[in-house]
């Protein structure tokens, strides 16, 4: 008996290990183990598999652990799940609640999301995984066929996050929302936002909302009653005048009538002050922290711009006037001291033959992933690829920018590792770093060829003033310094930046990620301009502000921040106005720190990331009129 004991308590231990070690195998063999013992199947889930699950989740709270770690063990306690459920269900155990699952339409960021799905798993409840980029009818759909007891929706997008209210409200108006419960999660959620419209919680991670859905469930009604047909109807009757207080207005297109605005502004009035330097010298001289009238200043306006055109997405990504008109007549009418040549994250991806989709208000992004690694080969840049096509556009625009407006134009294309992860799938490839690395490796070396090619053809042609790189997965979040610069920063350190250097260009980085390894990304690749974001939330995880980073890396590189992007897409008055706080308070902070540190220009005001495409271009505006406004008095009284 007391052996029995033993050995039971003693596969627990194994199992839960199977788990942390993210061995599919050996949690799939110790799952028929323990069946064989005959140990309860729920127990092995519960303190086994679900327990190992929650010692890694611990882990990379406290940054012991990241997420390709995260998603491996999560793969083996499916591995395990996918022996013990059955049984378990056969034994007539704990009837199992069942979640709904996925990333809201329009969206494709899904690594979060996941990583709810094992928690809820781990939890115990039945997951209906629907994937990314879900549209919304289809949570609805899914919930009622399987008379759902929860529904988790993620969204990491301002510009889409407002698809949630839809799913709920549809759920109001078919008299069902009260038969589940509705969690919503993902960055830019808050608790005010979740209760706002009509969610029940809220919760930063994964950990979190496992806990607190396995209670939530506990509350309701016996599933029979929370579905009967009285209480659907009775579920219409009570949303009824909620929804109709809800007013119906037509969907206004927020960009265009914003860029008409300021386009006959323009007309009528002009720039509106006469500026001392141009905005080429004032850049140039910032970036070497030379004299400057006010500090330059380029909220990252890049698709949003085709609305002075006007220009679908699709057009701006794919024409090439129609993006030398946008960043042509963007830069003129808001004055902008420099424009990001910035499509989308998927033009390296695309030529390697990942197919792209293109909505209309939001960025495009891949779809229809290789599955094979083998089948990877370097395609040839030559007309007709995307990365071509992009290299030309980007010398028309150079070139138009520079003669008519003495603007800088900056050319932007995708790393190493990001033209993989868009190709195969982060996930996918987060994963395979760790059981497969050097295939994975051997992939970003064929990313790597490309991209390089791609560098040298922005130079060769000279279509661009400097170069931008998007190196998006230094992300102390997602992967540790040591993985990044194996998986990617090598690749950058010894194969691109040696092409900027024979062409004598300043190597400039992108990157929006919430806390990035900054040593490695600055000071090792010796990058002269870096435009970052700053996540206040973050700031635990190594999210760094201007005050952190100038006096640590202002002597050698110029930083370029950090108003949130997603404040842009607020243009009502009060939104204008917080955006207009908001860089008049970055521009007084940042001066000061600049002088402690024996700097007078070396920064330049921006957004950290791009303004979302489907936003108003008021805010663009405020940011750029304030600096104007109030730069050049207290760049004379601070610098002297
Ligand atoms: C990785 C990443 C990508 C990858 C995504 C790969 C993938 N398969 O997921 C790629 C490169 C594809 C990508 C693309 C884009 N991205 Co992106 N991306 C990120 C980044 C750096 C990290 C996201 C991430 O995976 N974090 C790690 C995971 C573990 O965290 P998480 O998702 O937040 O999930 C946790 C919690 O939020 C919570 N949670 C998640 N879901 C739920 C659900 C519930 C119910 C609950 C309770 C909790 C919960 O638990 C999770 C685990 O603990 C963020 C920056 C950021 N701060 O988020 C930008 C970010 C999300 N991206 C952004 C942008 C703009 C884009 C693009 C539009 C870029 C472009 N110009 O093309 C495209 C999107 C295209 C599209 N239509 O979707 C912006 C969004 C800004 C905005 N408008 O709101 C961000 C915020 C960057 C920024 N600073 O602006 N991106």
């Not at 063999?29 to 327990?51: M, Q, S």
């Not at 190597?507 to 690749?525: G, L, M, P, S, W």
């Amino acid at each position: 008996m007391l052996e029995a004991f033993f050995m039971a308590a003693d596969i627990l231990n194994q199992l839960a290990e199977a788990v942390v070690d993210g061995d599919d195998d050996l949690a799939e063999e110790l799952a028929y183990k323990a069946l064989e013992e005959g140990v309860d199947p729920y127990d092995a889930i519960v303190n086994g598999l679900a327990r190992g699950m929650a010692i890694v989740s611990d882990q990379y709270e406290k940054g012991e652990a990241f997420v390709p770690h995260l998603l491996l063990a999560s793969g083996a306690m499916y591995a395990g799940m996918d022996i013990l459920s059955p049984e378990m269900i056969k034994e007539g155990e704990a009837m199992q609640a069942v979640g709904v699952i996925g990333t809201i339409e329009g969206d494709v960021h899904d690594i979060g999301k996941n990583l709810v799905k094992t928690m809820l798993s781990a939890g115990g409840f039945e997951m209906i995984d629907l994937g990314a980029d879900v549209p919304i009818e289809k949570f609805v759909e899914t919930a009622k066929e399987r008379k759902a007891d929860i529904i988790s929706m993620s969204a990491l997008m301002t510009t889409t996050m407002t698809n949630m209210e839809k799913v709920i409200e549809i759920l109001q108006e078919e008299g069902i929302r009260d038969s589940m419960k509705v969690m919503i999660g993902g960055a830019p959620v808050s608790e005010e936002y979740a209760s706002g419209i009509g969610a029940d919680s809220t919760h930063p991670d994964a950990m979190h909302a496992s806990a607190w859905a396995s209670e939530a469930v506990k509350e309701l009604e016996p599933k029979a009653a929370r579905w009967s047909e009285e209480k659907i109807n009775l579920g219409k009757i009570k949303y009824r005048e909620i929804l109709a207080k809800k007013t119906v207005s037509d969907k206004v297109d927020v960009g265009l009538e914003t860029a008409n605005k300021i386009k006959e502004e323009f007309e009528s009035i002009g720039v509106k002050s006469k500026e001392e330097m141009t905005h080429i010298d004032r850049t140039i001289s910032a970036m070497s922290d030379k004299k400057v009238d006010h500090l330059p200043v380029y909220p990252l306006a890049c698709g949003v711009l085709r609305k002075f055109v006007p220009v679908t997405y699709k057009e701006y990504a794919t024409n090439e006037d129609a993006f030398v008109q946008s960043a042509y007549l963007g830069s003129k009418y808001l004055d902008l001291d420099m424009f990001v040549g910035l499509i989308d994250l998927s033009a390296t991806s695309a030529d390697f033959g990942c197919k792209i989709k293109y909505p209309e208000d939001d960025t495009p992004s891949s779809e229809g992933h290789i599955k094979d690694y083998e089948k990877i080969e370097v395609p040839e840049l030559k007309e007709g690829t995307r990365g071509y096509e992009l290299v030309m556009a980007s010398k028309k625009a150079k070139e138009k920018l520079n003669k008519e407006l003495n603007t800088p134009f900056v050319g932007f294309h995708e790393g190493p590792l990001l033209t993989l992860t868009q190709l195969m799938g982060a996930d996918r490839v987060l994963m395979d770093m760790k059981t497969q690395p050097d295939v994975v490796l051997e992939a970003v070396q064929k990313c790597t060829d490309y991209v390089c090619q791609l560098s040298e053809l922005f130079f060769n042609e000279d279509a661009c003033d400097a170069l931008c790189i998007d190196n998006l997965w230094s992300n102390n979040v997602i992967m540790s310094e040591q993985d990044y610069w194996k998986f990617d920063g090598k690749f950058v350190y010894d194969q691109q930046i040696p092409i900027f250097k024979q062409y004598n260009q300043p190597y400039i980085i992108h990157n929006c990620a919430d806390a990035v390894h900054f040593e490695t990304q600055i000071r090792k690749f010796g990058t002269a301009l870096y435009s970052y974001a700053y996540y206040e939330k973050s700031r635990d995880k190594g999210s760094q502000n201007y005050a952190d980073l100038i006096p640590k890396y202002g002597d050698m590189c110029c930083m370029m921040g950090e108003v949130n992007p997603v404040e842009f897409m607020d243009g009502s008055a009060a939104g204008v106005q917080k955006v207009k706080d908001d860089t008049k308070n970055l521009l007084e902070n940042v001066l000061p720190v600049l002088k402690e540190n024996g700097l007078q220009s070396k920064y330049i005001l921006s957004s950290g990331c791009e303004i979302p495409p489907g936003g108003p271009l008021t805010t663009v505006q405020a940011m750029v009129n304030v600096v104007k406004e109030l730069g050049p008095e207290l760049q004379k009284n601070i610098m002297g």
